[in-house]
């Protein structure tokens, strides 16, 4: 078959994997590699959350891609159509229940002029950081998480990051050992997390948006349900980026991420009360999350219920 054959059969079944797998396979033997991997990151997208251990390699491989390709072939294939958001396609309010999937562009300014902040604050060995201060306003909505990086800054006291366009913060927050002081009031389009948020031991004024958290008693904005990834889907993920490792939010120990066992539990952080998303090694880590969990207020749970539901089912049980 050739390849706008191929083409067309891709486009006709979006959601199946078997045409997008032979039409990588059909660009690479034409020696066009981008393209290739491109398809397959197209694959891997829609079994990956942003929570897990290869989004950020999944980031950095669309947007370097994205870079190679002609722009009459991408229009032809649209990787809308498979899941890929930009920050600019969703609006700031939340969809109620669920993960914000908008796709960080790592090649855009915006993007390199924060990374350029956060190192910057790791050679200085700063105490203090706003890392959004010389990103162009214009420009800010183009960002929706922190570099992976901002984990290096092992002096940190203190992180501005007021009326910030964050939707999700990295798992590396967790290593910010000194960090005190973390201001994200006016942060709006960020409801939750990450578990390892509960390592930074030593924060103390933790400043956030109540009303846009999942599982807020007010608002009663639902959590998103935690299901586990399609496996065929996470199989190219592996052959493209190898395994993702992480620490398990239990018992700390290295492990191989596959998705299976994420949960939300809701813990006092310093002042507030927020929702946490945790990514755990084992079902018996699952059964340990609670009393591992600082402060938790709830069981762990994998959301997909409103909150009257989640207290109904507290309540019966
Ligand atoms: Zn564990």
Redesign the pocket.
Known sequence: MDEQALLRQVLRHPGELGPLLVYADCLDLQGRASAAEMVRVLVALPALQPDHGHWHAMEQAFSRCLRQMSPTWLAQIDPARFGRRWPSDLPISMRPGQLRREIQDTVDRPWVVLGQAIDEARRNGAEFVAPFRNVNRRQRHQVVTLPPSVGQLVSLKRMRLYDSPLVRLPAEIGTCAELQTLDLLQSVRLSWFPHELTRCQLLQDFRVNNRVLFGNPMTCLAFPRLDPPDPERMVVARTLWGPALRR?A??D?EYDDRGLHRYWITARVATETVPLLAN???AA?VELLREETPGATTDPHRGGDTIRDLERSRSLR
């Open positions: 398990c239990t018992c120990t755990l090694c084992s880590c």
